[in-house]
T-cell receptor, first 109, second 115 residues
Framework: GQNIDQPTEMTATEGAIVQINCTYQ??????LFWYQQHAGEAPTFLSY????GLEEKGRFSSFLSRSKGYSYLLLKELQMKDSASYLC??????????FGQGTTLQVKP | ETGVTQSPTHLIKTRGQQVTLRCSSQ?????VSWYQQALGQGPQFIFQ???????GRGNFPPRFSGLQFPNYSSELNVNALELDDSALYLC??????????????FGPGTRLTVL
């Protein structure tokens, strides 16, 4: 079966660091994607990991361990505009994306 | 902005009616995927079109159907609408290359409400 788990909600303080975890069990694997989605808007691409390790892109970093079926998204120097839903998605061999339910992050002053 | 456009932005229908949603993919992309996103949930894969052929389908009934045109734009058709079809419908376009990853670019979505 296909299963992707991530926390439903998280709260963090402006300027802090937050880590959003994602675990997955899927029948195929062609990369792990993270998307950001503000309320009422489309998901926007943040990161892609296909090999184990850390990918850094500015304030955002993403980590993958394929053997553990685990990824995390790390957000540094949090800003109020980072309040959004963060979607973990596994790319399948057929090209579709399998999404988790999303983690709603609230950044407080 | 991703260059992917969808129409209409919002739509209200009643149970039993039919609806057609449209998507124009990003220039140069050859693949379109459709997703349904219920409130508070992640997007669920409906189907994907590659070069005008269906290339994979999720767990949706046959009353969900689609088309892709030679210019790679696409339509999603839903017949016999049910209340549970109320959702945000997202179109995503991508360029599928051999050995490449399938980064998908999402349009703004169509918010469908079924009464």
């Amino acid at each position: 079966g296909q299963n992707i788990d991530q926390p439903t909600e998280m709260t963090a303080t402006e300027g802090a660091i937050v880590q959003i975890n994602c675990t997955y069990q899927t029948s195929g694997f062609n990369g792990l994607f993270w998307y950001q989605q503000h309320a009422g808007e489309a998901p926007t691409f943040l990161s892609y990991n296909v090999l184990d390790g850390l990918e850094e892109k500015g304030r955002f970093s993403s980590f993958l361990s394929r053997s553990k079926g685990y990824s995390y998204l790390l957000l540094k120097e949090l800003q109020m505009k980072d309040s959004a839903s963060y979607l973990c998605a596994v790319g399948s061999n057929t090209g579709k994306l399998i999404f988790g339910q999303g983690t709603t992050l609230q950044v407080k002053p | 902005e991703t260059g992917v456009t969808q129409s209409p932005t919002h739509l209200i229908k009643t149970r039993g009616q039919q609806v057609t949603l449209r998507c124009s993919s990003q220039s140069g992309h050859n693949t379109v995927s459709w997703y349904q996103q219920a409130l508070g949930q992640g997007p669920q894969f409906i189907f994907q079109y590659y070069r005008e052929e269906e290339n994979g389908r999720g767990n949706f009934p046959p009353r969900f159907s689609g088309l892709q045109f030679p210019n790679y734009s696409s339509e999603l058709n839903v017949n016999a609408l049910e209340l549970d079809d109320s959702a945000l419908y997202l179109c995503a376009s991508s360029l599928v290359l051999a050995g490449g990853h399938n980064e998908q670019f999402f349009g703004p979505g169509t918010r469908l409400t079924v009464l």
